[in-house]
């Protein structure tokens, strides 16, 4: 079983309350997935995080999930610190697989850590 979280952290559009993704990845692992898919640039790998650690304190095994994270494009000259970022977050030692979000690489010194909004409004508006 898979599950995502992607709660569309660039912008308020969609993003879960407070709280809402620590309880949806602790009971996802609860009742059988075995596959976390996150993100940096989701803006939510702390409560990921959260939710794997009540997990893995109810019993269920580090070893039995299977966890994947993406670095994201401002990072691509600083891939170990992106990725050490995600690890801390998450409260892990490795994570499964590691992605490139997108394979196009963005300012290192930009000041967003999300895609540029006109991506966001394009892609919202190929959805409707």
Known sequence: MTVFYN???LTDFGKSP????????????????????CAYCYGNEDEVGEGL??????????????ITTKLWCTYHTRVE???D????SLGLDYVDLYLMHWPVAMNP????HTPPLF?????IL???
């Open 7 to 9: 709660t569309k952290a």
């Open 18 to 37: 407070p709280g809402e993704v620590k309880k949806a990845v602790a009971y996802a692992l609860k009742v059988g997935y075995t596959h976390i898919d």
């Open 53 to 66: 650690k009540e997990a893995f304190d109810s019993g269920i095994k580090r070893e039995d999930i299977f």
């Open 81 to 83: 610190e992106n990725l």
């Open 85 to 88: 970022k995600s690890l801390k």
């Open 109 to 112: 010194n930009g000041k967003s």
């Open 119 to 123: 991506l966001l409004h394009s892609y």
């Open 126 to 128: 190929c959805m409707h």
